[in-house]
């Protein structure tokens, strides 16, 4: 892995095809439970991602190793990744591509059980309201395929609600 640290710019677009494949096996190893093989394998392929990947490829990146970071408990590291991916998810929407809205949306409710962990509930709040707003408005624009996505947001409000009380 310092080779594809060392090398970032000599590898050029080569390079982010093997970070992306990397990235992928980060992913499926923090499904498996095994966080801190895949939090290296984030941190390995980092500088790749920031010098060669367009914007929505850091934001996806962002978002996973937040993902990962809160999965092992590392809350405050956790969440400037997710406060990355939310800034360039929100960059890229000018675009009209509703699948950033979607994962805007994503990213907002992985800061959210964020900050309930840090014990930020009315941050937690705000985030999943926001994503619940882009959720309705995905479902009503006719992609009934997060509908489950927005009852998932819905059922997280409502625990951040009744855990402010």
Same mark, same amino acid.
């Given at each position: 892995? $310092?080779?594809?640290?060392?090398?970032?710019?000599k590898?050029? %677009? %080569?390079g982010? #095809?093997?970070?992306?494949?990397?990235? &992928?096996?980060?992913?499926?190893?923090?499904?498996?439970g095994?966080?801190?093989?895949?939090?290296?394998?984030?941190?390995? @392929?980092? &500088?790749?991602?920031?010098?060669?990947? %367009? !914007?929505?490829?850091?934001a996806?990146?962002?978002?996973?190793?937040?993902?990962?970071?809160? $999965?092992?408990?590392? *809350?405050?590291?956790?969440l400037?990744? *997710?406060?990355?991916a939310?800034?360039?998810?929100?960059?890229?929407?000018s675009?009209?591509?509703?699948?950033?809205?979607?994962?805007?949306?994503?990213?907002?409710?992985?800061?959210?059980?964020?900050?309930?962990?840090?014990?930020?509930?009315?941050?937690?709040?705000? !985030?999943?309201?926001?994503?619940?707003? @882009?959720?309705?408005?995905?479902?009503?624009?006719?992609? %009934?395929? #997060?509908?489950?996505?927005?009852? &998932?947001?819905?059922?997280?409000?409502?625990?951040?609600?009744? !855990?402010?009380?």
């Open positions: 892995m $310092a080779f594809l640290t060392k090398n970032t710019v590898l050029g %677009p %080569p982010l #095809l093997l970070a992306v494949g990397i990235e &992928q096996h980060a992913s499926a190893l923090n499904d498996l095994r966080n801190e093989m895949a939090l290296a394998l984030y941190d390995c @392929i980092a &500088q790749m991602y920031e010098l060669r990947a %367009p !914007d929505e490829m850091k996806m990146y962002r978002n996973h190793r937040g993902v990962v970071l809160k $999965a092992l408990g590392r *809350f405050d590291e956790a400037p990744e *997710f406060d990355r939310i800034a360039l998810r929100e960059s890229l929407l675009g009209g591509r509703w699948h950033n809205e979607n994962s805007l949306a994503r990213a907002l409710m992985n800061r959210s059980n964020t900050f309930l962990k840090l014990g930020r509930i009315p941050d937690a709040i705000a !985030d999943a309201e926001r994503a619940i707003g @882009i959720f309705e408005r995905l479902l009503a624009a006719g992609h %009934p395929e #997060l509908a489950d996505d927005l009852e &998932q947001a819905r059922a997280n409000r409502t625990g951040l609600l009744e !855990d402010r009380e």
